[in-house]
């Protein structure tokens, strides 16, 4: 149980464009789902947390223009990196905490970014 | 002062050693802790989930928790290469909606 996927996992576009990565809960609901980035041999760097029907909290320092972040369901958040630059290329990882229980996340398998 | 302090290593050990990896936090709010180890290029994985002082285990695994000193620990019993990843602990309360994370450590362990 407790399995998160995201798609895609890994994602190569030109300067400019947007990109859209996916994150489901694939066995359970979860009203809270957290999207996170990590520079290589680096922590995790919370960007914003999303609640289902509500807008997204960002974090200090994360633009809520250029990542654009969509709760529309129950097991389904988006985060689209609009007019991606190089400097956007990093690992995006998403996780989803379970509806009623207030502690523990469960991380997806992560998307890789190459803005070239 | 960061809320949640890791040792980022690396941290090399032979197979078959008892490896302790250590957390050291601030915030007093904290109510519960994780152990997440996460493979290269992989998500977090979780290990452990504590919320109160003392020892949980698990397997090979053993979570520690010393509220008073504000003190966490992973050990690690008879390791093998496939532990070999970055192990991230975190701090989490019920009045925040969100976990903070250490650096993680890196640990690899040699045959």
């Known amino acids: 149980g407790a399995v998160v996927s995201q798609h895609p996992s890994r994602v190569i576009c030109k300067s400019g464009t947007s990109v859209k990565i996916e994150c489901r809960s694939l066995?359970?609901?979860?009203?809270?789902m957290f999207w996170y980035r990590q520079f290589p041999k680096q922590s995790l760097m919370l960007m914003a947390t999303?609640?289902?029907?509500?807008?997204?909290?960002?974090e200090q320092g994360v633009e809520k223009d250029k990542f654009l972040i969509n709760h529309a369901s129950l097991t389904l958040s988006t985060l689209t990196v609009t007019s991606a630059h190089p400097e956007d290329s990093s690992f995006y990882i998403c996780?989803?905490?379970?509806?009623?229980?207030?502690?523990?996340?469960?991380f997806g398998p992560g998307t890789r970014l190459t803005v070239l | 002062q960061k809320e949640v302090e890791q040792d980022p290593g690396p941290l090399s050990v032979p197979e078959g050693a008892i490896v302790s990896l250590n957390c050291t936090y601030s915030?007093?709010?904290?109510?519960?802790f994780m152990w997440y180890r996460q493979y290269s290029r992989k998500g977090p994985e979780l290990l452990m989930y504590t919320y109160s002082s003392g020892n949980k285990e698990d397997g090979r695994f053993t979570a520690q928790v010393d509220k008073s000193s504000k003190y966490i620990s992973l050990f690690i019993r008879d390791s093998q290469p496939s532990d070999s990843a970055t192990y991230l602990c975190?701090?989490?309360?019920?009045?925040?909606?969100?976990?903070?994370f250490g650096a993680g450590t890196r640990l690899a362990v040699h045959p």
């Open positions: 999303s609640n289902e029907g509500s807008k997204a909290t960002y």
């Open positions: 996780s989803a905490r379970e509806t009623g229980n207030t502690d523990t996340q469960y």
């Open positions: 975190a701090g989490g309360s019920g009045g925040y909606n969100k976990l903070i």
């Open positions: 915030n007093s709010a904290f109510q519960y």
């Open positions: 066995d359970f609901q979860a009203t809270t």
